[in-house]
C-alpha cells in the first residue's frame, strides 16, 4: 500500500491521510490532487508518500489534477521552514508559493488572434510601396503595423484598414506577417522599447566584487555587495548573471517595487533579451502570472526579476539569487501569515540549493553588515562612482533659523530656494523630497481644538486641496472638508497644518510662474503605469521639479539632475522605534544620491530642525560605517536585534477591552510557558490604537535563540487563534516595534 500525506488548500492545520490507488502510477510529491473530505471534494498538494499511515480506514486519492509535481522538493522544504519560522500555517505558505492563478491547472482562457510583423520596418516601408498599386488591400495592411510596430490584434487590423481576413493571410504565407492565438486577458504588447548592451568594462573593484562571488557559483554563500549610490553595482549583476547562465543555471533577482525599477529592467532586456526574462509583480492578470510560471517552470525563462514573491518562482537550476537593495523594509511581509522576510528567505534558499546569494546596497541593514563584519557573509566595498562621477555636496540647514528670518512657517530655506532659480536658469533638474502626502495633514478647529480624525482609524485626516476632501491614508475614508467645526460648530474654518507634496507643488507654483513641476506619490500613481509615465516624462525632460515621497528616493538615474532638497524628515526620527535612525540613515542616503549622477556636479540640502542629531550628520557625511558604529552600540545597549530576536503579538478586535483583555491573558500564559531567558514585555496599545475599525494591543518578545521557542510558538498561536473574534498574529522578526 502506498499512502499520500496530503495538506488541504483551506485552512485546516493539519494534514491527512490517503491511500494511492494501486493502478496509479507516478504519483509524486508537489502534485496536485483531489481527495473526498467529509461528503465533498477538496483539493491540496501531496506533501509527502509513505508506506504505511498511522490512522485506519483511509479514503482513496480521487484525482490527480496536472500531470506533474507543481510544487519542487526544494522549495517543498523551503515552506516547511518558513511555516516553522514563521510561526505560520503550512496551507498560507503553499498559498504564496503557490498563487490562485497558478494552482489550478487547466484554466480556460479565451483566444484570440494577434498579428506581429517579422520583417523590420524599412522593409515594410519598402512592401508598403511596392504594393500600393498592385495589391492597395496588402499594402493598407502594412500601413497599420508602421504605426504599430509591435502588433496589433487581428479585430483591430480588420477595422483600422477596413479589409477582409484575406490580405492578412497573404501577408502572412509571404513571412511577411505572423498571426499568433494569445489568451484575451494578456498583453502582448511590450510596454518599454530597449535596446542591446554590451558588457562594460569592470573597474578594480568592481572586478574584484565580481570575481569573489563567482569564485562560489557552486557552494552556498551569501555576499554583501556594498556600493555607494552610483557604483555601478547593476553592472556586476549582470556580469555574474551571465557567467551563471553560461554554467547552465538559471537566476532570481529580486527588487524593492517593480515599477520603482523601470531602468534596471530594460538594463536587463537590453543585455539578456526579452526571451528569458519573465517578470513578476502584483499587477499581473491571472492569465499573464499563469504564463510567466509556466514560463519559469519549464526552463524557457532563465532570468526571473520581481518583487519579494518572486523568491518563490519555480526555476530551473537555481544558480544565483540576487535581493537588490537588501535593507528595503517592502521585503518585508508585514500584514498577513506567513510575514516572512525574502531576504532572509533567499539566504534560506540558496542555503537550500547549495548556491551563492548576493545582497546589494548602498546603506546595509545593520543586520546584513554585521553579518559581513562576522564573516558569516563576504564584504565587497564598492567606494566610487562608476563613469567618473562625483559623490554629492550635503548641506544641512538649520530650519529654526530660516523660520527666524522668515518670521514663520517657510517650506523652503533661502539656499534651497536659490539652488532651485539656479537649476531651472541652467536647464538642469532638481528633485524635492518630503515623505507626507496630500496639502495639509491635518486639520483643527481653532475655537475648541477639535482635531478631524478618520472614524475608523486611530489617524488624523489629511487636506487633499485638489479634490477639496478630507481623508485617511490608512483606510481610504473620504469625506468633504467641514465648513465649520463638527465638534462645537463654532463660525469660522477649520485651521490646516502640515505640509504635504501636494501643497509643495502648488507653492513652487506661485514662487516660480514657469516652473515645470511632476508629482510622484501615492495619489498621483494609482493607475497601472502611472509611475512609468512620471519617470519617462521627467527623464525626458519634461519637467524642471520632480516632488515625491520616499518612491523618488529609489535606483533611479536622472543624469541631469544636479539638486535634491529634503524639505523634512524630522517626523521620522521621532518616531519611538527601534529602526527609525536606521530608516531614516537609509533614506537621506538613498534620495541624496539621486544627486550628480552624470558629468555634473550635484548638491544635496537636508532642512531639519535637528541640524546637530548623529544620524542627520553620518548620512550627511555619507559615512555609513560612522552610523553603525553608533547604532550597533544603541543596538547592544538597549538588546534590539540583532543582539536578540523579536517576536511582536498583535491583537485586533471591534471591542477595545475585549481586545486588551484577551492580549492580557495571553501575555500570562507567555510569561508562564516561555524559558526564563526570554523576555516578556507589557501589553501595550499599537502605535496606530485603531486601524478600519479594530482596536490594536501589542506585546513584545526578546530572545536571542529563538529556535528554542518555534514550537511553542506555532502551539500557542493554534490554541488562540480566533478567541472571542480577536485576532492573534504573530510576528518574528518585525520591522518595527512601533507601527
Ligand atoms: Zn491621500
Ligand atoms: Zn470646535
Ligand atoms: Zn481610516
Known amino acids: 500500500m502506498s499512502v499520500a500525506e496530503v495538506i488541504l488548500d483551506s485552512s485546516l492545520e493539519k494534514t491527512l491521510d490517503y491511500t494511492v490507488p494501486d493502478h496509479w502510477n507516478e504519483v509524486e510529491v508537489g502534485m496536485r490532487v483531489e481527495v473526498p473530505l467529509q461528503g465533498r471534494t477538496a483539493k491540496g498538494t501531496i506533501l509527502a508518500l509513505k508506506k504505511t499511515s498511522s490512522f485506519s480506514h483511509l479514503k482513496s486519492l480521487q484525482k490527480i489534477l496536472g500531470d506533474a509535481p507543481l510544487v519542487s522538493q526544494d522549495l517543498f522544504t523551503l515552506a516547511t521552514w518558513i511555516s516553522k519560522?514563521?510561526?505560520?500555517?503550512?496551507?498560507?505558505?503553499?498559498?504564496?508559493?503557490?498563487?490562485?492563478?497558478?494552482?489550478?491547472?487547466?484554466?480556460?482562457?479565451?483566444?484570440?488572434?494577434?498579428?506581429?510583423?517579422?520583417?523590420?520596418?524599412?522593409?515594410?516601408?519598402?512592401?508598403?510601396?511596392?504594393?500600393?498599386s498592385s495589391h492597395p488591400a496588402q499594402a493598407q495592411v502594412l500601413d497599420v503595423f508602421l504605426f504599430s510596430p509591435k502588433g496589433v490584434f487581428l479585430s483591430e487590423i480588420l477595422e483600422?484598414?477596413?479589409?477582409?481576413?484575406?490580405?492578412?493571410?497573404?501577408?502572412?504565407?509571404?513571412?511577411?506577417?505572423?498571426?499568433?492565438?494569445?489568451?484575451?486577458?494578456?498583453?502582448?504588447?511590450?510596454?518599454?522599447?530597449?535596446?542591446?548592451?554590451?558588457?562594460?568594462?569592470?573597474?578594480?573593484?568592481?572586478?574584484?566584487?565580481?570575481?569573489?562571488?563567482?569564485?562560489?557559483?557552486?557552494?552556498?554563500?551569501?555576499?554583501?555587495?556594498?556600493?555607494?549610490?552610483?557604483?555601478?553595482?547593476?553592472?556586476?549583476?549582470?556580469?555574474?548573471?551571465?557567467?551563471?547562465?553560461?554554467?547552465?543555471?538559471?537566476?532570481?533577482?529580486?527588487?524593492?517595487?517593480?515599477?520603482?525599477?523601470?531602468?534596471?529592467?530594460?538594463?536587463?532586456?537590453?543585455?539578456?533579451?526579452?526571451?528569458?526574462?519573465?517578470?513578476?509583480?502584483?499587477?499581473?492578470?491571472?492569465?499573464?502570472?499563469?504564463?510567466?510560471w509556466h514560463k519559469i517552470r519549464k526552463g524557457e525563462a532563465k532570468i526571473v526579476i520581481g518583487a519579494r514573491s518572486a523568491i518563490f518562482s519555480p526555476i530551473c537550476h537555481l544558480g544565483l539569487i540576487i535581493v537588490d537593495e537588501e535593507?528595503?523594509?517592502?521585503?518585508?511581509?508585514?500584514?498577513?501569515?506567513?510575514?516572512?522576510?525574502?531576504?532572509?528567505?533567499?539566504?534560506?534558499?540558496?542555503?537550500?540549493?547549495?548556491?551563492?546569494?548576493?545582497?546589494?546596497?548602498?546603506?546595509?541593514?545593520?543586520e546584513s553588515y554585521r553579518n559581513a563584519l562576522q564573516g558569516k557573509y563576504f564584504l565587497h566595498h564598492l567606494t566610487s562612482r562608476a563613469d567618473s562621477a562625483h559623490l554629492p555636496q550635503v548641506t544641512i540647514i538649520?530650519?529654526?533659523?530660516?523660520?527666524?528670518?522668515?518670521?514663520?512657517?517657510?517650506?523652503?530655506?533661502?539656499?534651497?530656494?536659490?539652488?532651485?532659480k539656479e537649476r531651472i536658469s541652467k536647464g538642469e533638474q532638481i528633485l524635492l523630497f518630503l515623505n507626507r502626502r496630500g496639502y495639509h495633514t491635518s486639520a483643527q478647529c481653532p475655537t475648541c481644538s477639535h482635531v478631524e480624525e478618520c472614524p475608523h482609524c486611530d489617524l488624523t485626516l489629511t487636506y487633499h486641496r485638489s479634490e477639496k476632501i478630507l481623508s485617511c491614508h490608512l483606510c481610504d475614508?473620504?469625506?468633504?472638508?467641514?465648513?465649520?467645526?463638527?465638534?462645537?460648530?463654532?463660525?469660522?474654518?477649520?485651521?490646516?497644518?502640515?505640509?504635504?507634496?501636494?501643497?509643495?507643488?502648488?507653492?513652487?507654483?506661485?514662487?516660480?510662474?514657469?516652473?515645470?513641476?511632476?508629482?510622484l506619490d501615492a495619489d498621483t500613481t494609482r493607475h497601472k503605469g502611472s509611475h512609468e509615465r512620471i519617470f519617462k516624462q521627467f527623464r525626458t525632460g519634461k519637467a524642471d521639479v520632480l516632488i515625491g515621497t520616499q518612491m523618488i528616493a529609489k535606483g533611479l538615474h536622472f543624469p541631469t539632475v544636479t539638486l535634491v532638497g529634503v524639505l523634512g524628515v524630522d517626523g521620522s526620527l521621532n518616531i519611538?522605534?527601534?529602526?527609525?535612525?536606521?530608516?531614516?540613515?537609509?533614506?537621506?542616503?538613498?534620495?541624496?544620491?539621486?544627486?550628480?549622477?552624470?558629468?555634473?556636479?550635484?548638491?544635496?540640502?537636508?532642512?531639519?530642525?535637528?541640524?546637530?542629531?548623529?544620524?542627520?550628520?553620518?548620512?550627511?557625511?555619507?559615512?555609513?560605517?560612522?552610523?553603525?558604529?553608533?547604532?550597533?552600540?544603541?543596538?547592544?545597549?538597549?538588546?534590539?536585534?540583532?543582539?536578540?530576536?523579536?517576536?511582536?503579538?498583535?491583537?485586533?478586535?471591534?471591542?477595545?477591552?475585549?481586545?486588551?483583555?484577551?492580549?492580557?491573558?495571553?501575555?500570562?500564559?507567555?510569561?508562564?510557558?516561555?524559558?526564563?531567558?526570554?523576555?516578556?514585555?507589557?501589553?501595550?496599545?499599537?502605535?496606530?490604537?485603531?486601524?478600519k475599525g479594530k482596536y490594536r494591543y501589542q506585546c513584545l518578545l526578546k530572545i536571542e535563540r529563538i529556535q528554542r521557542i518555534l514550537p511553542l510558538l506555532q502551539k500557542m498561536r493554534f490554541e488562540n487563534k480566533n478567541r472571542g473574534n480577536v485576532r492573534l498574529s504573530i510576528d518574528v522578526d518585525p520591522l518595527t516595534t512601533f507601527y
Open 576 to 691: 519611538p522605534d527601534f529602526r527609525a535612525s536606521e530608516n531614516v540613515f537609509q533614506l537621506l542616503t538613498q534620495v541624496s544620491g539621486r544627486s550628480g549622477r552624470g558629468e555634473l556636479l550635484g548638491e544635496v540640502f537636508i532642512q531639519t530642525h535637528l541640524p546637530n542629531h548623529s544620524t542627520i550628520l553620518h548620512a550627511a557625511n555619507q559615512d555609513f560605517e560612522k552610523f553603525y558604529a553608533e547604532e550597533i552600540e544603541t543596538r547592544k545597549m538597549f538588546g534590539f536585534p540583532p543582539f536578540v530576536h523579536l517576536v511582536k503579538f498583535s491583537f485586533a478586535g471591534e471591542e477595545a477591552k475585549k481586545c486588551e483583555q484577551m492580549a492580557k491573558e495571553f501575555q500570562r500564559q507567555l510569561i508562564v510557558s516561555m524559558p526564563k531567558e526570554a523576555e516578556i514585555h507589557p501589553v501595550i496599545p499599537c502605535g496606530y490604537a485603531k486601524i
Open 160 to 292: 483600422k484598414a477596413g479589409v477582409s481576413q484575406s490580405p492578412i493571410k497573404t501577408l502572412c504565407k509571404k513571412q511577411i506577417l505572423r498571426m499568433e492565438e494569445v489568451q484575451v486577458d494578456r498583453s502582448p504588447i511590450f510596454s518599454h522599447e530597449f535596446f542591446p548592451t554590451k558588457p562594460k568594462t569592470l573597474n578594480e573593484e568592481q572586478q574584484k566584487a565580481f570575481d569573489g562571488i563567482v569564485s562560489t557559483t557552486d557552494q552556498f554563500q551569501s555576499h554583501l555587495l556594498f556600493g555607494v549610490t552610483g557604483s555601478g553595482k547593476t553592472e556586476v549583476y549582470l556580469q555574474v548573471i551571465q557567467h551563471i547562465l553560461k554554467l547552465g543555471q538559471g537566476v532570481i533577482y529580486l527588487v524593492p517595487e517593480i515599477a520603482l525599477t523601470p531602468q534596471t529592467i530594460e538594463r536587463f532586456k537590453g543585455r539578456f533579451g526579452e526571451e528569458q526574462i519573465a517578470i513578476l509583480h502584483h499587477r499581473l492578470s491571472d492569465g499573464e502570472r499563469f504564463d510567466a
Open 477 to 519: 475614508f473620504k469625506k468633504p472638508t467641514p465648513r465649520n467645526c463638527p465638534s462645537c460648530h463654532a463660525d469660522g474654518p477649520l485651521k490646516f497644518k502640515g505640509a504635504g507634496t501636494e501643497m509643495v507643488e502648488r507653492s513652487l507654483h506661485a514662487l516660480f510662474p514657469d516652473i515645470r513641476t511632476l508629482r
Open 398 to 420: 538649520d530650519m529654526q533659523i530660516e523660520f527666524a528670518k522668515a518670521k514663520g512657517f517657510t517650506l523652503y530655506s533661502e539656499k534651497l530656494l536659490d539652488g532651485i
Open 85 to 132: 519560522y514563521y510561526s505560520a500555517p503550512l496551507s498560507k505558505v503553499l498559498k504564496v508559493i503557490l498563487p490562485p492563478a497558478v494552482r489550478d491547472e487547466g484554466k480556460k482562457h479565451k483566444m484570440v488572434c494577434f498579428v506581429k510583423s517579422i520583417v523590420s520596418k524599412n522593409t515594410l516601408r519598402k512592401l508598403c510601396e511596392e504594393l500600393r
Open 327 to 366: 535593507h528595503e523594509n517592502s521585503f518585508k511581509q508585514s500584514e498577513e501569515a506567513p510575514k516572512y522576510h525574502a531576504r532572509d528567505v533567499a539566504v534560506m534558499r540558496a542555503k537550500l540549493s547549495s548556491c551563492p546569494v548576493i545582497l546589494g546596497t548602498a546603506t546595509p541593514s545593520i
